[in-house]
Every structure is written in C-alpha cells, then in structure tokens.
C-alpha cells in the first residue's frame, strides 16, 4: 500500500504500490465480516461493477474516483 486508506463502516478501499513496469493505480476493496476482512474486489478499472460493490458506502466508492 502507498498509504492511502478509507475506510467507512467495514469497508476499506486501499491504493497498492504499483509492481515494477506497471503504470495504472490498483486499488483493492475489502469489506469486515465476522471478524475478518474479505476481498470484495481489485484493480485498475471499473471496480464498482462488481456484484458485491452495490452496498459499498459512498465515501469508499469516492475513494476509488474514475476507476469506480
């Protein structure tokens, strides 16, 4: 991660270091269920057409900007 995490009520959307050669953000959703985070969705593009991303609160999809 470079730092940049929002979190909102047992949601996190953290922006992940890029790997070497790789130009595009990768951002990575997850939500916490039962005790435990679970992986919603990740990427570089259209993240809030995931199935699971329809409940995500507003502040986390505004975290992911043009790549929701």
């Known amino acids: ?7 909102d009520h047992g949601w996190a959307a ?3 270091k890029n790997v070497r050669g790789l ?3 990768n951002w990575t959703v997850l939500r ?3 005790g435990k985070w679970h992986l ?3 990427g570089t593009d259209g993240l809030c057409d995931a199935p699971a991303m329809g409940s995500a609160p507003a502040k ?6 043009p790549y929701c």
Request: charge should be positive; glycine fraction near 12%.
């Open 1 to 7: 991660m470079d730092g940049r995490i929002v979190c």
């Open 14 to 16: 953290a922006h992940m």
């Open 23 to 25: 130009t595009d953000p």
């Open 32 to 34: 916490l269920r039962g």
């Open 40 to 42: 919603v969705t990740y």
């Open 60 to 65: 986390v999809k505004k975290a992911l900007g």
